[in-house]
Antibody, heavy 119, light 111 residues
């Protein structure tokens, strides 16, 4: 079974750093893109960026460029999303999703990681 | 403001048919890029409902169907059931942004 399992919920203070993860299984991790999608409370889905674990080629939405870093460790089939200095406005649910090609379907999705940033 | 435009809400009685529109532009849907639809049940992650404009993954009931024309796409749900109450999102690729874009989402209420 193809599966993406994300790390657990996190609570941080403004200004702190954070790295969340997404582990793939059941398929060739290096042959598919992994995307990150943000969903703020009560809002819709926003595409943040994407990485190809095979060569770590990462692309970012203009809205998120410079705000987050997407990386991957193919040796452990895991993709990451990280912040160097969190803001309260980063409070959201973050999903990872597998994508076969740029612009292709997102399937499957991880279960989501809730990030809460509060002083 | 989302690049793809969806109605915020639609509703229908059990057994009825509803459609959800997704309107884009020449840099995404109108540029020939495929459209995908996702269903997000309350408190859960989105799941793929329609791929490549009109195809259903295995396990998705044939009550769900998709279509695409010019700069827009539509999701139709026939024989509405209470379990269909969810948020629905369209997705495509945008050449101007060089990345994926989503619609703002449509909340389906089964009356």
């Amino acid at each position: 079974e193809v599966q993406l399992v994300q790390s657990g919920a996190e609570v941080r203070k403004p200004g702190e750093s954070l790295k969340i993860s997404c582990k793939g299984s059941g398929y060739s991790f290096t042959s598919y893109w992994i995307a990150w999608v943000r969903q703020m409370p009560g809002k819709g889905l926003e595409w943040m960026g994407i990485i190809y674990p095979g060569d770590s080629d990462a692309r970012y939405s203009p809205s998120f460029q410079g705000q987050v870093t997407i990386s991957a460790d193919k040796s452990i089939s895991t993709a990451y999303l990280q912040w160097s200095s969190l803001k309260a406005s980063d409070t959201a649910m973050y999903y990872c999703a597998r994508q076969g090609a740029l612009g292709g379907r997102f399937d499957p999705w991880g279960q989501g990681t809730l990030v809460t940033v509060s002083s | 403001q989302s690049v793809l435009t969806q109605p915020p809400s639609v509703s229908g009685a059990p057994g009825q048919r509803v459609t959800i529109s997704c309107t884009g532009s020449s840099s995404n849907i109108g540029g020939g890029y495929d459209v995908y639809w996702y269903q997000q049940l309350p408190g859960t992650a989105p799941r793929l409902l329609i791929y490549l404009n009109s195809n259903r993954p295995s396990g998705v009931p044939d009550r769900f169907s998709g279509s695409k024309s010019a700069t827009s796409a539509s999701l139709a749900i026939t024989g509405l059931q209470a379990e269909d109450e969810a948020d629905y999102y369209c997705h495509s690729y945008d050449s101007s942004l060089s990345g994926s874009v989503f619609g703002g989402g449509t909340k389906l209420t089964v009356l």
